[in-house]
Antibody, heavy 119, light 107 residues
């Protein structure tokens, strides 16, 4: 079965960077996108971008310049790195799988990684 | 930026029908997806491309989309359906929007 397993919770200071991993299994890794979404308390769910294993990676304008999505295909792992963290980056970060194409939807999700930015 | 509007809460008795709406400008021209999220859990896809049910989602869940409103309908509501429900659309390949979520309470 499809599984996305994320790395554990992180606590970071303002201005630092965080790197979250998402290990995929149970499907053909190269045939699906991996999206990153975050959910902060009291805020709307926010899409951060999409990693395409065979094409371009696209980031939302809100975090462009601070976000990088990469992968290690040998381990079927996708990484989200977010730099210059502020308190507003405190959220649960999810990776989610989606089929290729322009009309994104997310059919399997990781368990979520809590990132806390605190001084 | 494109905005999706959902009612904060909907309450329904077991066995009744729950109607959860998602409003947006010309949303009928977009593909709407719906997610169910229980507290402390990851979201679960319950409807995609307006009215397509993923494998494993009961037939009690149905979707529609027209004009300014997309609708997720849950028939014969069960206690286990109690959760937050979010709608989502792609405004462009670099702009994905979620609604604010609707908390479904089963009385």
């Amino acid at each position: 079965q499809v599984q996305l397993v994320q790395s554990g919770a992180e606590v970071k200071k303002p201005g630092a960077s965080v790197k979250v991993s998402c290990k995929a299994s149970g499907y053909s890794f190269m045939n699906y996108y991996i999206h990153w979404v975050r959910q902060a308390p009291g805020q709307r769910v926010e899409w951060l971008g999409v990693f395409n294993p065979v094409g371009d990676t696209i980031y939302t304008q809100n975090v462009q310049g601070r976000v990088t999505m990469t992968s290690d295909t040998s381990t079927r792992t996708v990484y989200l790195e977010l730099s210059s963290l502020t308190f507003e980056d405190t959220a649960v970060y999810f990776c989610a799988r989606g089929p290729p194409g322009d009309l994104y939807y997310f059919d399997s999700w990781g368990q979520g990684t809590l990132v806390t930015v605190s001084s | 930026s494109y905005i999706l509007t959902q009612a904060p809460s909907v309450s329904v008795a077991p066995g009744e029908t729950a109607t959860i709406t998602c409003g947006g400008d010309k949303i009928g021209t977009k593909a709407v997806n719906w997610y169910q999220q229980e507290p402390g859990q990851a979201p679960l896809l319950v409807m995609y491309y307006d009215d397509r049910r993923p494998s494993g989602i009961p037939e009690r869940f149905s979707g529609s989309n027209s004009g300014r409103t997309a609708t997720l309908t849950i028939s014969r509501v069960e206690l286990g359906d109690e959760a937050d429900y979010y709608c989502q659309v792609c405004n462009s390949i670099s702009d994905v929007v979620f609604g604010g979520g609707t908390k479904l309470t089963v009385l």
